[in-house]
T-cell receptor, first 115, second 119 residues
Framework: AQSVTQPDIHITVSEGASLELRCNYSYGATPYLFWYVQSPGQGLQLLLKYFSGDTLVQGIKGFEAEFKRSQSSFNLRKPSVHWSDAAEYFCAVGAGTGTASKLTFGTGTRLQVTL | GAVVSQHPSWVICKSGTSVKIECRSLDFQATTMFWYRQFPKQSLMLMATSNEGSKATYEQGVEKDKFLINHASLTLSTLTVTSAHPEDSSFYIC???????????????FGPGTRLTVL
């Protein structure tokens, strides 16, 4: 069965600093990988996804993630964090075929941004 | 585009009563909808997969007689928590998949969630 590990429960960064959120997955085949952001009162918003091809994926809001098969990782990065980035971030892996595959989520990383 | 709504956003009910939560895709037809449950400070756990016109597929450990799912149309799925008890209190989130509809990415779009509190 697939699984996702987000080792950091809570991260605090200063506004303008760089950010890296870690994600490790376990899946037997080529995974579909996703990063979502959850803000209070709003649904999960897709930041970016990886299905195949270039292992460096660009997303919305200036985020990017790099798929490293050898490390089973899909870490999320942003070069300069804005206060509005404070939220809960979830990494997810999709199992099965197709993009409607069932998602397994990590436990999330709460990002706090200090001014 | 790609708006998914849930109603109600929060609900409080007495133990033993049933509660219905609606999930609607407002600007696309959803071939598949998913229902998740999220406990405080925990991850989302998939409960069931719902396809229009067919029975829902439940994940292992999810009681299908307790969590009734009806996907009546391509834009509406409902989750009914029957005979709710305090342990059913949680945050329920749905997602909808538009398939290859033009103008949408082929991923799930999530609703804002419904907070259920059972007294």
């Amino acid at each position: 069965a697939q699984s996702v590990t987000q080792p950091d429960i809570h991260i605090t960064v200063s506004e303008g600093a760089s950010l890296e959120l870690r994600c490790n997955y376990s899946y037997g085949a080529t995974p579909y990988l996703f990063w979502y952001v959850q803000s209070p009162g709003q649904g999960l918003q897709l930041l970016l996804k990886y299905f195949s091809g270039d292992t460096l994926v660009q997303g919305i809001k200036g985020f990017e993630a790099e798929f490293k098969r050898s490390q089973s990782s899909f870490n999320l990065r942003k070069p300069s964090v804005h206060w509005s980035d404070a939220a809960e971030y979830f990494c997810a892996v999709g199992a099965g075929t197709g993009t409607a595959s069932k998602l397994t989520f990590g436990t999330g990383t709460r990002l706090q941004v200090t001014l | 585009g790609a708006v998914v709504s849930q109603h109600p956003s929060w609900v409080i009910c007495k133990s033993g009563t049933s509660v219905k939560i609606e999930c609607r895709s407002l600007d696309f037809q959803a071939t598949t909808m998913f229902w998740y449950r999220q406990f405080p400070k925990q991850s989302l756990m998939l409960m069931a997969t719902s396809n229009e016109g067919s029975k829902a597929t439940y994940e292992q450990g999810v009681e299908k007689d307790k969590f009734l799912i009806n996907h009546a149309s391509l834009t509406l799925s409902t989750l009914t928590v029957t005979s709710a008890h305090p342990e059913d209190s949680s945050f329920y989130i749905c997602s909808a998949f538009p398939g290859l509809a033009e103008g949408f990415t082929d991923t799930q779009y999530f609703g804002p969630g419904t907070r259920l509190t059972v007294l």
